[in-house]
């Protein structure tokens, strides 16, 4: 009787156990087949066992189906064999781990994901695939490996980090927030309020950059606050989503770095080893070349109405009455919440955010210790901001229901149904984050921080007066690759001391301006930073309309704070350099209208 047998073998190092399968095609005298499962069970070094066997006759059955189940085992036993999971999978792991560590493929997966996200213009499956090329470098191309380091070395690795998770949950609080704001009417009365003040788009455009300016306390706070303020302000004036989104985000990280008292400053602060890190932030402020750059290109880009690159044909289409220009609507459920109630006033809108305001300086400073005796400075130098968010943005959610059961605004039955509906408008957000920290955990397990330390230690040598610039571009590198700005300053900022440390402390405190700028600037850049996220979610922007746009114009402020870094390199006073790049900026707005504006009024 002829007979086919394949035979394959499964490991799993599970319980210190190994199963083996065999499978058995049988064709019988009267040409039906049978097929037949045995799985064999053994503790290492014994004898197999059979535990069961399974059999099933069925000639139609089998007659329709042996071709289907051939193809489907060869891919499985062909998986199996390009796989390393039977010879020596660890030693070839820590082999070509080892490989990969500490040099330019560290930052490889996060470039990968960037280019499939700006070409295919779809930003998970592009953040995924940058997840599993930094995983296949981790585990040696080992199919366990990798899909071991995508999830528990990776997902599951973010997910339950108590930072990662405030951050989350500081995202659903205010998404919650902004349901309540919109239903209880306060969103649509500022917008009334607010359009019978500002009466043209470029007041709603100063308007949204001074609140901006305004909330310097966080970058994901000052997102999605400004956004859901200023979003029915900038729609009533033709204000494209995609500028609403540049303009949240050019006021969140730039004026952040440049606040003493803000989150960006603690964290500066704290990896500066050896000095005084809230005096060495401020004595670099007036270096921080990027961030002031910016305010300043981006003022003076709404007087003089000029929009290039991608952002003017956004610009044109608002301008006819189409502020998304592209079909996708991510935020599209959130416009029905719009509509708003007709009892709702302007102090449904005002006091939820001056409370979340007063909320979150207090949750923060209380994770600093204010509250047992530290001061005021010390205490938001060393704060928590992830807790101290959550717990202040808690308060204020409690404020806001409060507030609105009081004036019968909302029942609470409905003021509870905003929590999902919150929820889900965060969605698109917290997917992105999340693949976001994975494929900065990729990049972490590669040493990507290893790999820049060698590349600014061998800048150090004969170009020291050229350093900042050069340190200005390795930061700007890293936060676009990574998508974290705090990940470079702890990376460069400790190197940058230690190259500095005993000799030029003048230019020590340009370097380190240099290095926040560009982690700023990288930040500012890449499709896969958080606060780039958030401002898309503040602005209710499609995610990759808002980077394709954004790029252009944070590569103009990036070229000009590269030139004003070399002149502050041999100058070394803000007093000579910032004038400098103030004037370069302008020179550089003045040609672009002239040559290369795209905005058709």
Avoid at 50 to 73: C, D, H, Q, R
Avoid at 157 to 168: D, E, F
Avoid at 359 to 373: A, D, K, L
Avoid at 406 to 413: C, E, P, W
Wanted: some cysteine.
């Amino acid at each position: 009787i002829p007979r086919m047998c394949f035979r394959m073998h499964l490991w799993y190092f599970l319980c210190n156990r190994k199963f083996c399968w065999n499978l058995l095609l049988h064709k019988n005298i009267t040409g039906n087949y049978s097929v037949m499962f045995l799985r064999y069970e053994r503790p290492f070094g014994q004898d197999c066992n059979i535990s069961y066997i399974s059999t099933k006759e069925g000639g139609t059955f089998m007659k329709k189906n042996v071709k289907k189940l051939s193809a489907v085992l060869s891919v499985i036993m062909l998986m199996i064999l390009a796989s390393p999971l039977t010879v020596l999978a660890a030693e070839e792991e820590a082999a070509a781990s080892a490989k990969f560590y500490g040099t330019f493929w560290a930052l490889v997966p996060p470039i990968v994901a960037i280019a499939l996200a700006l070409i295919t213009k779809e930003v998970y499956s592009s953040l995924f695939i940058g997840i599993l090329v930094g995983a296949l470098f981790y585990s040696g191309f080992s199919f366990e490996g990798t899909i071991l380091h995508i999830f528990e070395g990776g997902m599951i690795s973010v997910l339950t980090s108590s930072y990662n998770m405030g951050i989350l949950i500081f995202l659903v609080i205010l998404g919650t927030m902004v349901c309540l704001m919109n239903r209880a009417g306060g969103s649509a009365a500022f917008g009334r309020w607010a359009s019978k003040r500002i009466k043209t788009r470029a007041g709603a455009e100063i308007a949204t950059v001074v609140l901006g300016v305004l909330i310097f306390i966080d970058d994901y706070f000052n997102c999605l606050t400004v956004g859901s303020v200023m979003r029915p302000v900038t729609d009533k004036h033709n204000v494209s989503r995609a500028k609403l989104a540049y303009l949240i985000d050019a006021t969140a990280a730039p004026v952040c770095i440049i606040a003493p008292i803000s989150s960006w400053a603690a964290a500066v602060s704290g990896f500066v080893k050896g000095e005084d890190g809230i005096s060495l932030f401020v004595h670099a402020i007036p270096y921080n070349f990027y961030a002031l750059l910016t305010i300043f290109m981006m003022i003076a880009m709404v007087f003089m109405k000029v929009e290039f690159g991608p952002m003017g044909v956004h610009e044109t289409n608002a301008l006819k009455g189409d502020i998304y220009t592209t079909p996708a609507r991510p935020y599209a459920n959130s416009a029905e919440d719009e509509k708003g109630n007709p009892r709702g006033k302007v102090i449904d809108l005002l006091i939820p955010i001056i409370s979340l305001v007063v909320c979150c300086v207090i949750g923060m400073i209380y994770t600093g210790g204010f509250f047992s005796g530290t001061d005021f400075v010390t205490a938001f130098s060393q704060s928590d901001a992830s807790i101290g968010l959550v717990l202040g943005s808690f308060f204020g959610l409690v404020i806001t229901i409060v507030l609105y059961l009081v004036r019968r605004v909302m029942n609470f039955k409905d003021c509870m149904a905003c929590i999902p509906d919150g929820f889900k408008a965060m969605v698109p957000a917290i997917l992105i984050l999340t693949f976001a920290w994975t494929l900065k955990a990729m990049t972490d397990s590669l040493g990507a921080s290893d790999f820049v330390y060698g590349v600014v230690k061998s800048s150090a040598g004969g170009l020291m007066n050229f350093l900042p610039a050069i340190i200005f571009v390795i930061g700007a590198v890293i936060a676009f690759a990574t998508g974290t700005s705090w990940g470079t300053f702890g990376i460069l900022i400790p190197i940058v001391v230690d190259v500095f440390s005993g000799t030029n402390h003048e230019l020590m405190i340009i370097s380190i301006s240099a290095c926040m700028a560009g982690a700023v600037c990288g930040d500012h850049c890449s499709p896969i930073s958080d606060t780039t996220i958030m401002a898309s979610a503040g602005a209710q922007c499609e995610h990759v309309n808002h980077v394709s746009t954004q790029l252009p114009y944070a590569m103009v402020a990036a070229v000009v704070s590269f030139l004003t870094y070399i002149i502050a390199g041999f100058v070394q006073t803000p007093w000579i350099a910032l004038p400098a790049g103030i004037i370069l900026m302008a020179i550089t707005l003045v040609i672009i209208r002239l040559k290369f504006d795209d905005l058709k009024i």
